[in-house]
């Protein structure tokens, strides 16, 4: 199946500091990414869809300020999480999608 | 609103012994169904697409059926190795971005 890579997969923060995730397709072109956030024992969430060359779409009660996406080519989408707080911390989970949808590694990210 | 529901939320049990898991699900216009496995830490990994009821998908020990309501995954003799959470989706045929939406996953543990 296709790749897809994120990085970091496990980052450590300070309460008020951004933090930036990266979603690469590897081996094939995406002009849509997805972000999901998944929390302990829990369904995936999606927080919203990447468009490459154009604004991201949120879903319903995530905050685009927070939550900023830039899909700057067809390979890559970054989700930065700014000024984090405790409560963001959770697993983030990239999908890019060929013929089905492929997942990167997910960022576990620890906001302290 | 599209609705994704895995019964049993965990499930033991012995090397070699068979068993199903089950997907219900409500969307208005079904465009494909999904399984993925997921491991402790990582992203979703991509296991099976269903599109149409009476369609059915084998992959080594796992069977993948589909019904106008519910999805099972069969597994057959299973292995240690085979412990994972597995994951259902739908994507709807009315959501033009192509959403996944997703159970909260059946944790299956084999004892050996």
């Known amino acids: 199946g296709a790749v897809v890579s994120q990085h970091p997969s496990r980052v450590i923060c300070k309460s008020g500091t951004s933090v930036k995730i990266e979603c690469r397709s590897l081996?094939?072109?995406?002009?849509?990414m997805f972000w999901y956030r998944q929390f302990p024992k829990q369904s995936l969430m999606l927080m919203a869809t990447?468009?490459?060359?154009?604004?991201?779409?949120?879903e319903q009660g995530v905050e685009k300020d927070k939550f900023l996406i830039n899909h700057a080519s067809l390979t890559l989408s970054t989700l930065t999480v700014t000024s984090a707080h405790p409560e963001d911390s959770s697993f983030y989970i990239c999908?890019?999608?060929?013929?089905?949808?492929?997942f990167g590694q997910g960022t576990r990210l620890t906001v302290v | 609103e599209d609705q994704v529901t895995q019964s049993p939320e965990a499930l033991r049990l012995q090397e070699g012994e068979s068993s199903s898991l089950n997907c219900s699900y409500t969307?208005?216009?079904?465009?494909?169904l999904f399984w993925y496995r997921q491991d402790p830490g990582k992203g979703p990994e991509f296991l099976f697409t269903?599109?149409?009821a009476g369609e059915e998908k084998e992959k080594e020990r796992l069977k993948a059926t589909l019904t106008k309501k519910e999805s099972f995954l069969h597994i057959t003799a299973p292995k240690p190795e085979d412990s994972a959470t597995y994951l259902c989706?739908?994507?709807?045929?009315?959501?033009?971005?192509?959403?996944?939406?997703f159970g909260t996953g059946t944790r299956l543990t084999i004892i050996p």
């Open positions: 989706a739908v994507r709807d045929s009315n959501f033009g971005n192509e959403k996944l939406t």
């Open positions: 081996d094939f072109q995406a002009t849509t």
């Open positions: 990447s468009n490459e060359g154009s604004k991201a779409t949120y």
């Open positions: 269903l599109y149409s």
């Open positions: 969307v208005s216009g079904l465009r494909g």
């Open positions: 999908s890019a999608r060929q013929t089905e949808a492929f």
